[in-house]
C-alpha cells in the first residue's frame, strides 16, 4: 500500500498512475471518482458537487465510505492511494482499516512543487479538460486548504517512517524514476 501526497497539481494523479501500472498496483483517486458521480448524477454527486465547486474538501464520512467500497472490490488489495487521505483523521481511520484488513502502509510519496507552478499547471488543466472545479479562485482556495488541513499530514507519515520525498518539478519520466527509486522499487 502507498499514499501519493502533494498539493494539488503536484501531479499526484500523473505519477500515481505511472508507478502503478509499473508495480502492478491499483490505483485509487478519491478525486476521480467523486468527479465521476458529480458527472453521473449520482445521490453522492449531487452531495458533493457544491462542496467541490466551493475547493473544500467532502467529509471524512463519505470519503471513507467510498474507499471501503474500493477496498472490497479488489480480490487483492495492492493499492496506491491518490490524493487520500487529505486529513489526520482520514489518516488515523485509514490506519485502523489496513489493520482490519491485515494490510500495511509501506510508503507514503510526497511531491513537492513551487505554489506558482501549481497554480500555472491548474489553471492549463482546468482549460485543457474543462475541469468547473479548477478556476483560479477555487485553486487558490484549494491551495489554502491544503496548507491547512492535509500538509500537516507530511510530519504524520514522517514519525511513521514511511514518507519519500521527490520533486515534482521536470520531465515527467524522470520524476517517475525518481519515486520508484526512492520506494526501493528501480
Do not use: W
Not at 510508503?107 to 472545479?133: H, I, S
Not at 478556476?135 to 492535509?150: D, G, H, Q, S
Request: hydrophobic share 40%.
Amino acid at each position: 500500500m502507498m499514499i501519493f501526497l502533494g498539493p494539488p497539481g503536484a501531479g499526484k494523479g500523473t505519477q500515481a498512475a505511472r508507478v502503478a501500472e509499473r508495480l502492478g498496483l491499483t490505483k485509487i483517486s478519491t478525486g476521480d471518482i467523486l468527479r465521476a458521480h458529480v458527472r453521473e448524477g449520482t445521490e453522492l454527486g449531487k452531495k458533493v458537487a457544491p462542496i467541490m465547486e466551493r475547493g473544500d474538501l467532502v467529509p471524512d464520512d463519505l470519503i471513507l465510505a467510498i474507499i471501503k467500497e474500493e477496498l472490497k472490490k479488489l480480490p487483492v488489495p495492492r493499492v496506491i492511494f491518490d490524493g487520500f487521505p487529505r486529513t489526520r483523521p482520514q489518516a488515523e481511520a485509514l490506519d485502523r482499516l489496513l489493520g482490519d484488513l491485515g494490510l500495511r502502509l509501506d510508503a507514503v510519496v510526497l511531491l513537492e512543487v513551487p505554489t506558482d507552478e501549481l497554480v500555472q499547471r491548474l489553471m492549463k488543466r482546468a482549460q485543457e479538460e474543462g475541469r468547473v472545479d479548477d478556476n483560479e479562485e477555487t485553486i487558490r482556495r484549494r491551495l489554502a486548504v491544503y496548507r491547512e488541513e492535509t500538509e500537516p499530514l507530511i510530519d504524520y507519515y514522517a514519525r511513521k517512517g514511511v514518507l519519500f520525498t521527490v520533486q515534482g518539478v521536470g520531465p515527467v519520466d524522470q520524476i517517475t524514476e525518481c519515486v520508484l527509486k526512492v520506494i526501493g522499487a528501480a
